[in-house]
C-alpha cells in the first residue's frame, strides 16, 4: 500500500499487527473479513483522519459497529474498515426526548442511559447490535407497530463524507432523508441523534408449544394477527434449540413453535387479545410487565458472537396455503437443520409513510431464517435449507426486501419505491461520486 507511519492515521491496524485479527473481526463469526487496513478511531477528527488516508490510498470505505450484517458485502478486498467500537458514548436529554449516539454504540448503551428516565428507542431484538447500522438500515423492533421504524424517529446524523467532509444532517437536508433507512452508502456516522418515547414498561413474553404443533399454532397466530391492535407487535416462530447449559429449561435443545409479542397499553386489554392463543394450550407461558429496556433481551438472540447464514424477505400475505408450505419446508419432518425461521408481523405504523428513504415497509409480515454452521459441512445444509424456505415462500412475497433481513447480496433497490430509489441515487452521486463507500448493500448504483 506504499505509506509509511508517520501519515497513517491514528488507530490504523495493519495485516500482520497482533490486534489485527480482532480488529477485522465481524460479529457473525462465518464472515472472514480480509481489509487492506482497520481504522479504529475514537473521534470525529480521527474518522476524518481515515477517510483522508483510504482516499490518498485507493482504498473504499467499509465501516462497521458490531458486523452483525456484514455477510453480504464480502471479504473487503480493496477497502479500508472502519471499525466504529472505540465510539460508544450516549447522551440523553430527558427533557426533549433525544438520545445522541455515537457511531459505534449498540443499543445496550442507550438502554442503560434511557431506562432511568423511563424512556424506550426503536431498538431491535438484540442488545448487541449497532445503533447506526440498524437504523441506518431501517430499524425493525418490538414497538413498530405502533411507533414505526427507527429510522424515521431520528432527527440529524453527524458524518464524515467521503470527501472528508465534517457534517451534521438535519431538518429538511437530503443527506438526512437518505441516511433514514437508506443504508450506510453515504458517509461514515459519528452520532446518530433520534426520538425517545415515554414508555417505562410493557407487557411481554413468550407462548410456547411442542413442535409438532407447528402447523396448527403457526395457522392460528396468522389468523389472530388480523384481529389485533396496532399496540401488539407479535412474531411467529420455529425453533431447533441447541443444548447449550445458558439456555433455560423447557428450551435447551428443544425443538418448539412459540409466538412472541410486545403489549403496549393496559394488561387486561392485552390478556384479552392473547386469550385466543392462550387456549391453544401452551406448554410455557412466560408473559409478564416488565421494563422496557428488558425487550433487548425477549428474542433470546445469542449473547456473544456466533457463525450464523441467513436470510429473508417480505411477505405481502400470511394464507393458510402460506403457513402449510413454511410448516413443510422448515417444520416437523422437514429435515431442516435451521436454528430459527420467524415471520414477524408488520402492517400499522409501519404502513405509514415517515420521512424518509424508507419511509414504510411494504408488506404484511417480515420472513427471516438463519442456521448456525457449528461444524464443517454445515453451512451447505443451511444454505441449502434457506433456499428451500426462500422458495416455498416465493409465491406469497419477496416484491420489496427490507436490507436489515437481506444477508444475502441483493438488489437493493427493491428496498425503495421508484422515485426513492432515484432519489438516493441523486444524493449519492453528489456525496460520493466516485463510490468509495464500501456499504453492506448498494442502495443507488450510479452506473
Same mark, same amino acid.
Given at each position: 500500500?506504499?505509506?509509511?507511519?508517520?501519515?497513517?492515521?491514528?488507530g490504523?491496524?495493519?495485516?500482520?499487527?497482533?490486534?489485527?485479527?480482532?480488529?477485522?473481526?465481524?460479529?457473525?463469526?462465518?464472515?472472514?473479513?480480509?481489509?487492506?487496513?482497520?481504522?479504529?478511531?475514537?473521534?470525529?477528527?480521527?474518522?476524518?483522519?481515515?477517510?483522508?488516508?483510504?482516499?490518498?490510498?485507493?482504498?473504499?470505505?467499509?465501516?462497521?459497529?458490531?458486523?452483525?450484517?456484514?455477510?453480504?458485502?464480502?471479504?473487503?478486498?480493496?477497502?479500508?474498515?472502519?471499525?466504529?467500537?472505540?465510539?460508544?458514548?450516549?447522551?440523553?436529554?430527558?427533557?426533549?426526548r433525544?438520545?445522541?449516539?455515537?457511531?459505534?454504540?449498540?443499543?445496550?448503551?442507550?438502554?442503560?442511559?434511557?431506562?432511568?428516565?423511563?424512556?424506550?428507542?426503536?431498538?431491535g431484538?438484540?442488545?448487541?447490535?449497532?445503533?447506526?447500522?440498524?437504523?441506518?438500515?431501517?430499524? #425493525?423492533? /418490538?414497538?413498530? %407497530?405502533?411507533h @414505526?421504524? =427507527?429510522?424515521?424517529? $431520528?432527527t +440529524?446524523? !453527524?458524518?464524515? *463524507?467521503?470527501?472528508?467532509?465534517?457534517?451534521?444532517?438535519?431538518?429538511?437536508?437530503? #443527506?438526512? /432523508?437518505?441516511? %433514514?433507512?437508506g @443504508?450506510? =452508502?453515504?458517509?461514515? $456516522?459519528? +452520532?446518530? !441523534?433520534?426520538? *425517545?418515547?415515554?414508555i417505562?414498561?410493557?407487557?411481554?413474553?413468550w407462548?410456547?408449544?411442542p413442535?409438532?404443533?407447528?402447523?396448527?399454532?403457526?395457522? =392460528?397466530?396468522?389468523?389472530?394477527?388480523?384481529?389485533?391492535?396496532?399496540?401488539?407487535?407479535s412474531?411467529?416462530?420455529?425453533?431447533?434449540?441447541?443444548?447449550?447449559?445458558?439456555?433455560?429449561?423447557?428450551?435447551?435443545?428443544?425443538?418448539?413453535?412459540?409466538?412472541?409479542?410486545?403489549?403496549?397499553?393496559?394488561?387486561?386489554?392485552?390478556?384479552?387479545?392473547?386469550?385466543?392463543?392462550?387456549?391453544?394450550?401452551?406448554?410455557?407461558?412466560?408473559?409478564?410487565?416488565?421494563?422496557?429496556?428488558?425487550?433487548?433481551?425477549?428474542?433470546?438472540?445469542?449473547?456473544?458472537?456466533?457463525?450464523?447464514?441467513?436470510?429473508?424477505?417480505?411477505?405481502?400475505?400470511?394464507?393458510?396455503?402460506?403457513?402449510?408450505?413454511?410448516?413443510?419446508?422448515?417444520?416437523?419432518?422437514?429435515?431442516?437443520?435451521?436454528?430459527?425461521?420467524?415471520?414477524?408481523?408488520?402492517?400499522?405504523?409501519?404502513?405509514?409513510?415517515?420521512?424518509?428513504?424508507?419511509?414504510?415497509?411494504?408488506?404484511?409480515?417480515?420472513?427471516?431464517?438463519?442456521?448456525?454452521?457449528?461444524?464443517?459441512?454445515?453451512?451447505?445444509?443451511?444454505?441449502?435449507?434457506?433456499?428451500?424456505?426462500?422458495?416455498?415462500?416465493?409465491?406469497?412475497?419477496?416484491?420489496?426486501?427490507?436490507?436489515?433481513?437481506?444477508?444475502?447480496?441483493?438488489d437493493?433497490?427493491?428496498?425503495?419505491?421508484?422515485?426513492?430509489?432515484?432519489?438516493?441515487?441523486?444524493?449519492?452521486?453528489?456525496?460520493?461520486?466516485?463510490?468509495i463507500?464500501?456499504?453492506?448493500?448498494?442502495?443507488?448504483?450510479?452506473?
Amino acid at each position: 500500500m506504499g505509506t509509511t507511519a508517520d501519515v497513517a492515521p491514528p488507530g490504523l491496524v495493519r495485516p500482520g499487527s497482533p490486534d489485527w485479527d480482532a480488529a477485522r473481526l465481524a460479529w457473525n463469526l462465518a464472515v472472514d473479513q480480509h481489509p487492506e487496513a482497520v481504522a479504529v478511531p475514537r473521534s470525529a477528527e480521527e474518522v476524518a483522519a481515515a477517510v483522508a488516508w483510504a482516499r490518498t490510498e485507493g482504498l473504499r470505505l467499509a465501516v462497521q459497529s458490531t458486523g452483525h450484517g456484514a455477510s453480504a458485502r464480502g471479504g473487503l478486498a480493496g477497502s479500508l474498515l472502519v471499525n466504529m467500537s472505540g465510539m460508544r458514548g450516549v447522551t440523553v436529554d430527558p427533557a426533549l426526548r433525544i438520545a445522541r449516539a455515537e457511531g459505534g454504540a449498540i443499543w445496550q448503551d442507550v438502554v442503560d442511559v434511557a431506562s432511568p428516565h423511563g424512556l424506550a428507542a426503536l431498538h431491535g431484538s438484540a442488545h448487541d447490535v449497532g445503533v447506526a447500522g440498524y437504523t441506518l438500515g431501517g430499524g #425493525l423492533g /418490538w414497538l413498530a %407497530r405502533r411507533h @414505526g421504524l =427507527a429510522c424515521n424517529a $431520528v432527527t +440529524a446524523v !453527524e458524518a464524515v *463524507l467521503p470527501d472528508g467532509t465534517v457534517t451534521r444532517a438535519e431538518g429538511d437536508d437530503d #443527506l438526512l /432523508w437518505a441516511m %433514514r433507512g437508506g @443504508g450506510g =452508502a453515504f458517509g461514515v $456516522v459519528t +452520532a446518530i !441523534e433520534f426520538r *425517545l418515547l415515554p414508555i417505562a414498561e410493557v407487557y411481554a413474553g413468550w407462548l410456547i408449544w411442542p413442535w409438532e404443533r407447528s402447523g396448527e399454532v403457526l395457522s =392460528a397466530w396468522a389468523e389472530w394477527c388480523e384481529t389485533v391492535p396496532e399496540d401488539i407487535t407479535s412474531v411467529g416462530r420455529l425453533l431447533q434449540l441447541p443444548p447449550l447449559p445458558e439456555l433455560p429449561e423447557p428450551m435447551r435443545g428443544a425443538k418448539l413453535v412459540v409466538v412472541e409479542a410486545c403489549c403496549l397499553g393496559d394488561r387486561e386489554e392485552a390478556d384479552r387479545i392473547l386469550a385466543p392463543l392462550r387456549a391453544l394450550g401452551p406448554v410455557e407461558d412466560t408473559f409478564a410487565t416488565m421494563p422496557a429496556g428488558a425487550l433487548t433481551r425477549l428474542h433470546m438472540d445469542p449473547p456473544e458472537p456466533v457463525p450464523g447464514i441467513a436470510d429473508g424477505g417480505l411477505l405481502d400475505s400470511l394464507p393458510a396455503r402460506a403457513v402449510e408450505a413454511l410448516v413443510e419446508s422448515a417444520g416437523p419432518g422437514s429435515g431442516s437443520p435451521l436454528l430459527s425461521v420467524e415471520v414477524r408481523h408488520l402492517g400499522g405504523a409501519l404502513d405509514r409513510a415517515g420521512d424518509g428513504a424508507l419511509a414504510y415497509l411494504d408488506g404484511a409480515f417480515a420472513l427471516f431464517a438463519v442456521g448456525l454452521p457449528m461444524a464443517p459441512g454445515m453451512a451447505e445444509a443451511i444454505d441449502a435449507a434457506i433456499d428451500r424456505v426462500l422458495g416455498a415462500m416465493a409465491p406469497f412475497g419477496f416484491g420489496r426486501r427490507y436490507l436489515n433481513f437481506a444477508e444475502r447480496p441483493c438488489d437493493a433497490r427493491a428496498a425503495f419505491d421508484g422515485s426513492a430509489a432515484a432519489r438516493l441515487a441523486e444524493v449519492r452521486g453528489r456525496v460520493d461520486p466516485k463510490e468509495i463507500m464500501h456499504p453492506n448493500h448498494d442502495p443507488a448504483p450510479l452506473a
